[in-house]
């Protein structure tokens, strides 16, 4: 089954990401925009590697996509297993091999665009670097989306999910996971829940916005990022691998590098896992500057 989500960049959705590079998210609609294919399908093992099959070789171009009921064997972050029950968002979109998603920021610019989509539906999102995006529920940040960047050959996929009507359980998840995970019904109970398409169309068009738009000499994706960064101006723990860095989170670079002030001078880190300080304020709760 073959939807169309529109790809010419109107003044509302300009709108939308101005208001965002201006401040925090602000909810602006987004009408649909011309015709991005997407091919809706049923469960499948993995949407990333489903949208690789030879079926799709010539039909699958820029900003066209595999939109899925459910996964068996869907995989994020260092290729850990996700669970990918029906009632969410599983997504295959292929991006350009052009800024901004060309080198280490790709995965950064690409999360803001999902922050602009979620952001035109009501939500307020936040962009927990590298790769997921926060919303939030009840008080709190959690968890609502995560982004993986697979690239083969010239052929560039974003694997995009995002939990809209469930999400994994505390007890679930790996130890001292950053943020817990939640929703979109959790985000904005008691109103309906937007149809899984109309989210995906959302999406789709806050990563073009985001393409198109080219603000600076970065691209616009850089303020933005900034602006929706989750915990900025507050005390951070990175840890990669063995290594480990405390500081005051002061930003994201150009590279789409975590900034983090340790004694007067600045260590900038392409990897790892970011989280609260020990000890600092209960996790996700605040969302640090603005």
Known sequence: MKLQVKKKVNKKVKKSLQSMQAGMPRPAPMSPMPPFRVFRVGQVASVLDSAREPGYAGALVPFASL?????????????????????????????????????????????????????????????????????????????????????????????????????????????????????????????????????????VNGIYAVYTDKADECGGWLALANRLLLWRGRAVELEDGPSSVAGRLSGIGPAGEIVVEQDGRQIRRLSGSLAPARGSQEEGTDSGEG
């Open 67 to 203: 939109l899925a009921e459910s996964q068996t064997a869907g995989r994020g972050q260092r290729r850990r297993c996700w669970a990918s029950p029906a009632g969410n968002v599983y997504g295959a979109l292929r991006l350009p091999m052009e800024a901004p998603f060309l080198g280490t920021e790709a995965a950064v610019a690409a999360s803001c665009g999902v922050c602009l989509g979620l952001a035109s539906l009501g939500y307020e999102p936040r962009l927990k670097w590298p790769n997921d995006v926060a919303v939030l529920a009840q008080g709190r940040f959690g968890k609502v989306c995560g982004t993986l960047l697979e690239e083969r050959g010239d052929v560039l996929l974003a694997g995009i999910g995002v939990n809209v009507a469930s999400c994994p359980e505390r007890g679930v998840l790996r130890e001292r996971t950053a943020l817990p995970a939640c929703s979109l019904a959790q985000a904005l109970p008691g109103r309906p829940l937007p149809e899984l398409g109309a989210v995906w169309e959302a999406i």
